[in-house]
């Protein structure tokens, strides 16, 4: 089953055009949170294809979804910092693009992983998978703890479960820190 994550309203539209068109069964995994614009009107988009939104040397921060506003956010941080980091939407979630992810992994030696879905079999430990068996590197991840959710106002639940631009930040600063002790 092809898995689509849309991170706004353009993405939105290219994944149920995409549905229709598709061969095979495809899930569309939404919010109804209220996203930020992240793409034009008339961006390309290809199944199993991630978009790098944001060139960088220093680590990569890969998400899916309602994170890649917060990714972005993130990024913004990051700069004011000089830090570079490298941005990926992560529009398909299944298949994922092993080689997009492969490529950051080893040009940047740093990786985080940003859903607004269970850490413990998400696209976090998927993509940990592909990046251990091919390109090992410090890695950070955020994502819901295997907990039971409340009930509450979206803003709220998601600062609660840290499902923010800030805690995304200090898991970059951890995932940097990280990459500045292994010695190669």
Not at 62 to 83: H, K, P, Q, S, T
Not at 118 to 146: K, T, W
Request: net charge negative; with cysteine.
């Amino acid at each position: 089953m092809t898995i689509l994550v849309p991170c706004d309203r353009v993405s939105m539209h290219w994944a149920v055009q995409a549905a229709v068109e598709w061969t095979g069964p495809v899930f569309i995994r939404s919010s109804r949170y209220a996203m930020p614009e992240v793409y034009e009107d008339g961006t390309s988009f290809e199944v199993g294809k991630a978009n790098v939104l944001r060139e960088g040397k220093d680590l990569t921060i890969v998400a899916c979804g309602l994170m890649v506003g917060c990714a972005l956010d993130a990024w913004a941080m990051l700069r004011e910092e000089g830090i570079e980091a490298r941005v990926i939407d992560l529009h398909t979630i299944r298949p994922l693009d092993r080689d997009t992810l492969i490529q950051a992994a080893r040009e940047t030696g740093a990786l985080v992983v940003a859903e607004e879905h269970l850490l413990h079999g998400g696209v976090g430990a998927n993509v940990a998978r592909i990046v251990a068996e091919e390109a090992p590197c410090p890695m950070r991840f955020v994502g819901l703890a295997d907990v039971y959710p409340d009930s509450a106002d979206a803003d709220d639940l998601l600062r609660e479960y840290g499902l923010t631009s800030e805690v995304l930040f200090e898991k970059c600063h951890e995932v940097l820190e990280l990459k500045g002790r292994i010695v190669t």
